[in-house]
Nanobody, 122 residues
Framework: QVQVVESGGGLVQAGGSLRLTCAAS????????MEWYRQVQGKQRELVAG???????NYGNSAKGRFFISRDNAKNTMYLQMNSLKPEDTAVYYC????????????????WGQGTQVTVSS
């Protein structure tokens, strides 16, 4: 059973930085894409950034130029360095991972973490 655990959230002042970590454990297969989403209560979950196993990255508009995603394939761990934080970045940040399971037939299984709260004060 795959476990996905986020950490690194907290309270920070506007202009500050935080580094989020997502660790996926328990998989006997390959972890392919890893992504960060965020959600404000009452709103849809939005993509913040994603990274493939080959380290191709993509960013949501809100993250471009301020957030930087990286991963350690050996540890199935992903990071999100968030700089120049704004109050509108306040949200619960969720980690999503794609597990590529080979048997009995190849398929992608989605796993989500419980989320970590990021609060940016003005």
């Amino acid at each position: 059973q795959v476990q996905v655990v986020e950490s690194g959230g907290g309270l920070v002042q506007a202009g500050g930085s935080l580094r989020l970590t997502c660790a996926a454990s328990g998989s006997h297969w390959t972890i392919n894409a890893m992504e960060w989403y965020r959600q404000v209560q009452g709103k849809q979950r939005e993509l913040v950034a994603g990274i493939t196993r080959g380290e191709s990255v993509n960013y949501g508009n809100s993250a471009k130029g301020r957030f930087f995603i990286s991963r350690d394939n050996a540890k199935n761990t992903m990071y999100l360095q968030m700089n120049s934080l704004k109050p509108e970045d306040t949200a619960v940040y969720y980690c999503h991972v794609e597990e590529v399971v080979e048997v009995p037939t190849p398929r992608v299984v989605d796993h989500w973490g419980q989320g970590t709260q990021v609060t940016v004060s003005s």
